[in-house]
Structures are given as structure tokens and as C-alpha cells.
């Protein structure tokens, strides 16, 4: 099955995706149908046949190539989740909620904005998912994550001076014990 990579978004991490029959450049720009919804994309990989990929495998699809309407979506979406971002953080603090906010992700039509966050324990967010989705006129969903999830969607340098793996290559996280900490 051919395959392509896309970055998705303004995460490090690259996707593998259905080329669908397009025919991609490096450096191109489209629209990609993933589990979370319709999302834009930059490919990053050439198209490739790939084995470990069996035909009909559940993979982001690309669309079509993005127009000049998808970029200036694209952008607003970007100018909105700043201005959410700093939305959501004035009500954090005014409801003293104890949770950082991490990513926050626009779909590229408008219809949902997932909120990432970090937290010690379980915290009761139902009045400020009520602001935000009255804010935004759009579905709002709070996602708690980890910190190595948080520092995976930040990207960022280890310490072997290149790119954090889990920002790049790796899918999931092994749990961790006390022992392997130490």
C-alpha cells in the first residue's frame, strides 16, 4: 500500500496517510480526513510503497490538495486557537481550577475544539466547558493527558540534543515503574 507523510497541523509528529491516487510533492499543502476530523497538512515524506500496511488499512486519508480557502481557513484557525488559549487560561485562573492547559485543537471547518490539559487528580470542569462552548458556538471537549503526552505535542530537545522521540516516531507510552525511575 503506498503511504505518505503528513504533519499535521503545527505538531512535530509525522503521519503515515492514504495518498488516495493524489500525487503529492514534498513541501504541498492539503486537506487530510482523520479520526478527529477534517485537518490540514503539509507532506513531509514522499509517497512510498509500504508493506507493513495492507490495502484497505485504517489510515487519514488525504482529500484533495489544499485550495486557497483551506490556507485562509488554516489561518483563522490558528488566530482562533490563540485567542482561545488565552480565553480559556482567564478562566482557569478565575476559577482557581488547578489543571494546566496544554494543545488546543481546532477542527479545520469549526465544528469542535478539543482543549488538552494536564492535571494531578480528577477536576470538575463542567461551568468552564459551558463558557467556552458559548464563547465559540462550537462542541468543546477537555482532554486530560500526561506530561510525557504534553511534552510529545510541545516537542522540544533531549538530551541527545535532536528531536524528542515521542514528539517524532513513537505512537504510545510504556507505563513506567518507581524501579525504572530511580
Not at 478562566?91 to 481550577?97: D, F, Q, T, Y
Not at 488547578?98 to 471547518?109: A, F, N, V
Not at 469542535?112 to 462542541?139: A, C, P, W
Request: hydrophobic share 35%; proline share 4%.
Amino acid at each position: 500500500m503506498d503511504v505518505v507523510g503528513i504533519r499535521l497541523g503545527v505538531t512535530p509528529r509525522t503521519r503515515h496517510c492514504d495518498p488516495a491516487g493524489l500525487l503529492l510533492e514534498v513541501g504541498a499543502s492539503c486537506v487530510v480526513d482523520t479520526d478527529q476530523g477534517l485537518q490540514f497538512g503539509t507532506v513531509v515524506a514522499p509517497i512510498l510503497g509500504n508493506p507493513f500496511y495492507k490495502a484497505g488499512a485504517r489510515l487519514p486519508k488525504v482529500i484533495r490538495l489544499a485550495s486557497r480557502d483551506d490556507e485562509e481557513a488554516y489561518a483563522r484557525t490558528l488566530a482562533a486557537e490563540e485567542q482561545a488559549r488565552a480565553f480559556c487560561i482567564e478562566e482557569i485562573v478565575e476559577r482557581n481550577l488547578p489543571l494546566k492547559l496544554g494543545h488546543i485543537d481546532r477542527q479545520l471547518d469549526g465544528r469542535k475544539m478539543t482543549f488538552y490539559f494536564t492535571s494531578e487528580g480528577r477536576i470538575d470542569f463542567r461551568d468552564l466547558v459551558r463558557d467556552l462552548s458559548t464563547q465559540y458556538n462550537t462542541r468543546v471537549e477537555m482532554r486530560q493527558i500526561g506530561d510525557r503526552e504534553d511534552a510529545a505535542m510541545k516537542g522540544g530537545c533531549g538530551p541527545c540534543g535532536k528531536q524528542l522521540c515521542c514528539s517524532t516516531f513513537l505512537k504510545g507510552f510504556e507505563p513506567i515503574s518507581i524501579k525504572m525511575a530511580k
